[in-house]
């Protein structure tokens, strides 16, 4: 086999990279890509990080090449030894991500292994684990990518007990508003942390909220997402539920959906966490894309 070199990432490799990433993208979202652009950002900052992002003390990339092709990359930051940063990362380094292509696994490994020595020199002996790439859907190790949760394990990583399921929509499929299911039940609508708020509200109580944000293309700078939105937030209180509450709020966000022109949307869960919302979800037209496992760590 000829030789891999392990070297830093450099702006000649951004179409290589590029290509790398979005292979990885695309078997998670169907026909979604990111430009170079989104990924050269995502080496030097991720403003909508907005906790952990300003925790970050450096940041590193590293790539392996074989033949003069780009096979693997890591993307390496360090957390700041500082009290501002949350304790599980306070000191730490971690693996944003770390993508190859399959078959190459010899170059992944020679890769992870400098990526860890690079950090240890840096002081840092716990490393996260993690696949969050510029992409929506795109984070914690994924159930298709297997070749990359391998690695990880023969890198030392141990995954993390929160399993995730990310699932899609046709909106076209979801449900119309329709009238309230209960005569004194009335919709507010708001902006939200992250889109559009739609809360249902009881004699002056919310009991139940569903936030979506219709555009993911950030301004048309990632014109390949267009059509497709996010649900970041769906909730009805306990004593609340099976009374249609949730249906109506789905429909009243699909309605605005469809006025944004947006035709699918993202959605996620943790199942067993709250055994009613996979299954509700299932109802109301959305289906699986896969799983993903988070919290990857490496002990010393």
């Known amino acids: 086999m000829p030789p891999i070199e392990i070297r830093p990432f450099r702006r000649s490799d951004r179409d290589q990279l590029t290509d790398l990433?979005?292979?990885?993208?695309?078997?998670?979202?169907?026909?979604?890509?990111?430009?170079?652009?989104?990924?050269?950002?995502?080496?030097?900052?991720e403003p909508d990080e907005i906790v952990v992002d300003p925790w970050v003390a450096t940041r590193h990339t590293l790539v392996a090449i074989r033949h003069d092709r780009l096979v693997a990359a890591v993307h390496l930051r360090t957390f700041a030894d500082e009290e501002r940063v949350a304790p599980n990362h306070r000191g730490a380094g971690e693996f944003l991500w770390l993508l190859f292509w399959p078959g190459s696994d010899e170059a992944a490994d020679a890769l992870a292994a400098a990526a860890i020595t690079a950090l240890e020199r840096a002081g840092v002996r716990r490393v996260h684990g993690d696949g969050s790439l510029p992409a929506p859907a795109t984070y914690g190790i994924p159930e298709v990518w297997p070749h990359v949760a391998a690695a990880l394990r023969r890198a030392g990583f141990t995954p993390g007990r929160r399993t995730e399921a990310i699932l899609v929509a046709d909106v076209a499929d979801l449900p119309r508003p329709?009238?309230?299911?209960?005569?004194?039940?009335?919709?507010?609508?708001a902006l939200g942390g992250r889109g559009t708020r739609f809360s249902a509200v009881l004699d002056g109580a919310v009991v139940g909220i569903h936030e979506v944000q219709t555009d993911l293309t950030a301004g048309g700078t990632r014109s390949r997402l267009a059509g497709w939105a996010d649900a970041w937030e769906l909730h009805v209180d306990a004593a609340h539920r099976r009374r249609g509450i949730g249906?109506?709020?789905?429909?009243?966000?699909?309605?605005?959906?469809?006025?944004?022109?947006?035709?699918?949307?993202?959605?996620?869960?943790?199942?067993?966490?709250?055994?009613?919302?996979?299954?509700?979800?299932r109802r109301m037209g959305f289906r699986e894309l896969t799983r993903t496992t988070r919290g990857w760590i490496r002990e010393p």
């Open 247 to 281: 249906t109506w709020l789905v429909g009243h966000a699909a309605d605005r959906l469809r006025l944004a022109r947006a035709d699918r949307l993202l959605a996620y869960t943790v199942p067993g966490e709250d055994a009613g919302e996979l299954p509700f979800l």
């Open 178 to 189: 329709g009238d309230p299911p209960l005569p004194e039940l009335e919709l507010h609508i």
């Open 21 to 45: 990433v979005n292979a990885h993208v695309e078997v998670v979202l169907p026909g979604v890509s990111v430009s170079p652009n989104a990924v050269l950002s995502q080496l030097e900052r």
